[in-house]
């Protein structure tokens, strides 16, 4: 399937609330955008409230629906937030969305289900030791992303 010249190129943003997502997302927007041959597509992956809590048994039941709608309300300040920085550069072509699930799998799903260009992931910036126990997900992404990935680390402060 050939692909036409006026279809446009989506890249994908990963987005959090952390400073290095809002770092990744400035840094994308101010070296790509505004930009007639890219779509955006912004994506946050929001936690279940059951792997948020880490427990199940007696009270869990009461502590779900209180922790869901935590997530509901961080997630809704993740995408306004982000959608504010794409305005304030005049990027308009922006699509977001909040899905459920694990950050490594919900943006390799999202490059799919766009057939994405390019997906860009901000650094935590964690050490070997940290990234072993956590999992990055920047690391994932780059091998298993059907895609180019991007990683935009800030730049470390000197002192």
């Known amino acids: 399937m050939a692909e036409s010249s006026s279809e446009k190129k989506v890249v994908v943003i990963g987005i959090d609330d952390s400073e ?4 990744a997302l400035r840094w994308t927007l101010d070296h790509f955008f505004p930009n007639p041959v890219f779509k955006l597509v912004l994506v946050h992956s929001r936690p279940t409230a059951t792997s948020a809590v880490g427990l199940a048994g007696p009270g869990a039941a009461e502590i779900l629906p209180i922790v869901d709608s935590d997530l509901r309300k961080i997630a809704a300040r993740v995408v ?11 990027v308009k072509d922006v699509t977001a969305e909040v899905v459920e699930g694990d950050p490594r799998n919900v943006l390799c799903d999202v490059v799919e289900k766009y057939h994405a260009t390019i997906l860009v992931v901000g650094s935590h910036g964690y050490g070997a030791i940290k990234r072993a126990v956590l999992g990055s997900v920047s690391d994932y ?6 895609c180019t990935v991007m990683i935009v680390k800030k730049p470390k402060t000197k002192h």
């Open 20 to 23: 290095q997502s809002t770092y």
């Open 80 to 90: 306004d937030s982000a959608k504010q920085l794409c305005i304030d550069k005049s």
């Open 141 to 146: 992404c780059a091998h298993h992303a059907h």
